[in-house]
């Protein structure tokens, strides 16, 4: 099953209008989409090794421009948005990354933008605490861009070896991510309660 998700991924990726879809999905990652953009940068990167830069550069630049769209949203809409978030598992987030914004200030928008976290809760919080936009601006592109340049290179360098252990082990990697989120989600529910 996941083999055949995996193979036609790898095919959508090279498909002409793939970096219009990454664009959008980097941008709208960064605000208020829950999908990180490394679902179509890693294959398209391991589908056309020699654009694996471009593609990194494009989704920093649409996830820079996504964060801003977040800030815009934190800045103007927060107290519109913040009896829905209330309700939602965003609002815990929320408030740590409020936490860690009040203490370390765009040095948490930094780290927040490199780490596999929902950036958008970053994103969101720095427009609600009206953090100065340009230095926002500069880390979010400076984060995110390390991520991605990170992650290009690696797939990039990596050898033809990699991309068929990863078909190989695929259907594996697949359910064993479907049992992590069915355990985590059973995990919170009951916690919750």
């Known amino acids: 099953m996941f083999q055949k998700l995996y193979d036609k991924t790898l095919r959508w990726s090279r498909h002409r209008h793939a970096p219009y879809y990454l664009g959008f999905v980097s941008f709208a990652d960064s605000s208020f989409f829950p999908l990180t953009p490394l679902v179509m940068l890693a294959p398209m990167v391991l589908a056309q090794r020699d654009k694996a830069f471009q593609f990194a ?4 630049l649409m996830s820079a421009l996504g964060g801003i769209f977040g800030y815009g949203i ?3 809409l927060f107290e519109m948005i913040s009896p829905w978030l209330q309700t939602t598992h965003y609002w815990n987030d929320y408030l740590a990354a409020k936490t860690e914004v009040d203490k370390w200030g ?8 490199f780490l596999p976290i929902p950036y958008k809760v970053f994103t969101i919080t720095a427009g ?7 230095p926002f601006v500069l880390v ?13 290179f690696l797939l990039k360098s990596s050898s033809k070896k990699l991309e068929t252990k990863l078909r190989d082990y695929i259907n594996k990697i697949g359910w064993v991510s479907v049992a992590t989120i069915v355990i985590s989600v059973s995990v919170y529910q009951f916690l919750k309660n």
């Open 57 to 60: 550069l494009l989704t920093t």
């Open 74 to 76: 934190g800045y103007f």
């Open 106 to 113: 765009i040095w948490a928008v930094l780290i927040g933008g």
């Open 128 to 134: 609600s605490l009206n953090v100065a936009l340009l």
């Open 140 to 152: 979010s592109t400076i984060g995110r861009g390390s991520r991605f340049f990170l992650i290009a």
